[in-house]
């Protein structure tokens, strides 16, 4: 039986390894709306919101061991989140300058349409697209 998915937002999870860091990357550097904290048996997350969607930043009391390759887009998994943003320069430079790697810089997919990945903290990517007038 297919699943009956309801119109709630779609909600991302993100377990990182330095707590204050991603949630200044996210919350500070991106700038995504905060939508508050959950404290759990075994953690804390932090909620972001995209859009219409939310990103959770799950940080555990324990530290984890298991890691997915760092920035690397060619392996199984998800593998990057997609932010449209209106400032792609400015979000690009601000992250740049506070340290956050930048492995592909502004890029032209098509006329109008331009983009950029950044990774947070644990190298993890996330593209910003801004789509203009072509």
Do not use: H
Request: charged share 20%; with cysteine.
């Amino acid at each position: 039986m297919p699943a009956k998915v309801s119109n709630a937002p779609i909600e991302f999870g993100v377990v990182v390894s330095d707590r204050d860091r991603s949630v200044a990357f996210y919350g500070g550097l991106l700038g995504l709306p905060y939508l508050g904290e959950i404290i759990f048996p075994l953690g804390r997350l932090w909620r972001f919101a995209i859009g219409g969607a939310v990103v959770k930043l799950i940080g555990y009391d324990d530290p984890i061991e298991a890691r997915s390759p760092r920035g690397e887009l060619r392996a199984v998994g998800y593998r990057y989140l997609t932010v449209q943003v209106t400032n792609i320069d400015e979000v690009v430079a601000e992250c740049a300058g506070a340290g956050a790697p930048v492995p592909l810089p502004i890029t032209e997919a098509a006329p109008g349409v331009r983009f950029a990945f950044v990774e947070d903290p644990d190298g993890n990517r996330v593209e910003l697209v801004e789509v203009g007038p072509a």
